[in-house]
Nanobody
Framework: QVQLVESGGGLVQPGGSLRLSCATS????????VGWFRQAPGKEREGVSS????????SYADSVKGRFTISADKAKSTVYRQMNSLKPEDPCVYYC??????????????????WGQGTQVTVSS
């Protein structure tokens, strides 16, 4: 059964860093992209970054370029997101779904499936 489980969220001060993890199973990171999406209360879901481990191709939203880095460890079937210089507008629940089709790139949430429970990130001093 395909699973993607997010972890690593928590409370961090403004300007701080946090690394999120997405443990995956029963599909190949070489063939399917994994994305990080976030949603704040009362706001629309936003695609933040995605990675296709087979090619190393990554996509980033303009709002996080230069601050967030996505990576994948195929041996551990895990996708990471390193978040630096966290801002007050960054707090959200973060999700890591997989692309619905092989070799599908981008940050359109309609093209992703298997949305988990997410992990909460809070930025506060």
């Amino acid at each position: 059964q395909v699973q993607l489980v997010e972890s690593g969220g928590g409370l961090v001060q403004p300007g701080g860093s946090l690394r999120l993890s997405c443990a995956t199973s029963e599909f190949s990171l070489d063939d399917y992209a994994v994305g990080w999406f976030r949603q704040a209360p009362g706001k629309e879901r936003e695609g933040v970054s995605s990675i296709m481990a087979g090619t190393g191709f990554t996509s980033y939203a303009d709002s996080v370029k230069g601050r967030f880095t996505i990576s994948a460890d195929k041996a551990k079937s895990t996708v990471y997101r390193q978040m630096n210089s966290l801002k007050p507008e960054d707090p959200c629940v973060y999700y890591c779904p997989k692309s619905a089709a092989e070799w599908q790139y981008g940050l359109d949430g309609r093209n992703f499936e298997y949305w988990g429970q997410g992990t909460q990130v809070t930025v506060s001093s």
